[in-house]
């Protein structure tokens, strides 16, 4: 609900009413802002170019994130998207991230 509102109010306030560029358009999250940030980009991806994620919480309904994942690389829209992720070096759900960023970068 919270991507359609940006996506049909939002974004277009903006760029009615000030100088906005949807061809630079970043999204940062941390931990559920994180998730946030990653549904995005699996989902949504055309709302944004660069995604910004700091601590994700992957592990949030059993790590169902990586269904959307899954769904976004068997797509061919990636369209040059950037992705930055970062994890603290004793936080909780490191393996969740470890695994997302084999998935990533394989």
Not at 18 to 29: F, V
Not at 51 to 77: C, N, T
Request: hydrophobic letters at 35%.
């Amino acid at each position: 609900m919270f991507l359609t509102f940006m996506n049909n109010e939002l974004f277009p306030f903006i760029e009615k009413n000030y100088r906005g560029d949807n061809h630079t358009r970043t999204l940062m999250g941390c931990s559920f802002g994180g998730l946030l940030t990653l549904h995005a980009l699996f989902t949504w991806n055309d709302l944004f170019t660069n995604y910004i994620v700091a601590s994700p919480a992957l592990g949030w309904d059993s790590g169902s994130i990586f269904r959307f994942e899954e769904q976004y690389y068997k797509r061919d829209d990636k369209n040059n998207k950037k992705l930055y992720m970062t994890i603290g070096d004793v936080e909780s759900g490191q393996s969740y991230f470890e695994k997302l960023d084999t998935l990533i970068t394989s």
